[in-house]
């Protein structure tokens, strides 16, 4: 070895090339003898493989321990619910003994007050069904009625529409015979002028005249003929028919408006009414739910003790024969474990 080192040393001063450090495989090479070394010196000192099968051995039972341990308290839950169970089926079967009177009596008392309080849910349950068919024949009924006043304001608003539709017509058509029988006045006025003009006119003969006279006079009475004042009458007597028509449909409508408002009113006031008794009655329910959760939490610990004194008594009925055998099962388990950890 010392030869092997002298050699690669003199290999190195005699390389022209400058290097940056140790070659790789010579690396390895020298951790591989170190690691040699050391696996020789473990063999050789026997304490120390002694230290360190005590650290190994000492970390198994740990381990196995731990095991063995979460096995034992599984077993002991599991023992506890068994005892539980059995403590339940005997107050189901009606089964006491002289050293459960008390424990007895305590049950029969939170059972009064559970059978009690899910009576009480039971009622409050069949009101709020109640109330929620009260809410839903009440909402019915008003879209029912909503639903008539609709279909009868329906004619109403058409009508009303027509009516109005109309009275614009005839303001047009007054407005029209208005312009008309004032360009007949003006033309009657031009017809009468050139009459009168005609009779003065010195410049023709009185044959001329009559003729002019006869022609002038038959416009006039053509003119009059055109005169639209009766049709002007007729129109100013009908708007004040078709307004009156137009403020009495108006009037209905709004009634029928006001109807469907107060049926909506209606609806809103009985809905949030019955919604607060179900609210209510729904809190309450909840209230006595928690009740009985609490009575039924309160039950466990006496059926621990009451099951804790069958197992003892080991009273014979068919029912219980499935958990003593049980019970002796998990004892069994518990002895086994409960003896590997005291022989770890």
């Known amino acids: 070895m010392k030869t092997f080192f002298l050699s690669e040393f003199a290999l190195q001063n005699q390389s022209s090339v400058p290097r940056e450090g140790m070659r790789f495989w010579v690396f390895w090479l020298l951790f591989s003898v170190i690691l040699l070394l050391v696996f020789f010196i473990f063999l050789r000192e026997k304490r120390l493989r002694q230290k360190l099968n005590l650290f190994f051995s000492r970390a198994k039972r740990g381990f196995i321990k731990s095991r063995l341990q979460a096995r034992l308290n599984k077993e002991n839950l599991k023992k506890a619910g068994l005892i539980r169970e059995l403590g339940e089926e005997t107050r189901k079967q009606g089964i006491s003994v002289e050293e459960s009177k008390e424990i007895d009596a305590e049950l029969k008392t939170l059972e009064d ?60 058509d007054l407005i029209k015979k208005q312009h008309e029988i004032e360009e007949g006045d003006k033309k009657l006025k031009v017809a009468k002028k050139e009459a009168k003009e005609i009779e003065k006119n010195a410049e023709l003969s009185e044959e ?137």
């Open 113 to 172: 007050n559970m059978n009690t309080s899910q009576e009480e849910m039971k009622e409050m349950g069949s009101q709020i069904e109640m109330f929620n068919n009260q809410l839903e024949e009440t909402s019915k009924k008003h879209a029912h009625q909503i639903k008539e006043k609709e279909a009868e304001v329906e004619p109403y608003i058409e009508k009303l529409t027509k009516t109005k539709e109309k009275e614009k017509l005839v303001e047009l």
């Open 208 to 344: 001329e005249k009559r003729t002019q006279g006869k022609e002038a006079e038959e416009k006039i009475r053509n003119l009059e003929k055109e005169k639209t004042q009766n049709e002007l009458e007729d129109l100013r007597e009908e708007r004040p028919a078709l307004e009156n028509e137009i403020k009495n449909l108006q009037r209905r409508i709004n009634d029928c408006e006001r109807t469907m408002k107060q049926i909506e009113k209606d609806k809103k006031e009985q809905t949030l009414k019955f919604q607060k008794e179900i609210k209510e009655l729904r809190k309450n329910k909840h209230k006595v739910q928690k009740k009985i959760e609490e009575i039924t939490q309160q039950k466990e610990p006496f059926f621990d003790s009451l099951g804790k004194i069958i197992d003892e008594e080991r009273v014979q009925h068919n029912k219980l024969a499935i958990f003593y055998s049980q019970i002796d099962r998990t004892n069994g388990n518990i002895q086994e474990i409960e003896a590997n950890i005291q022989n770890l």
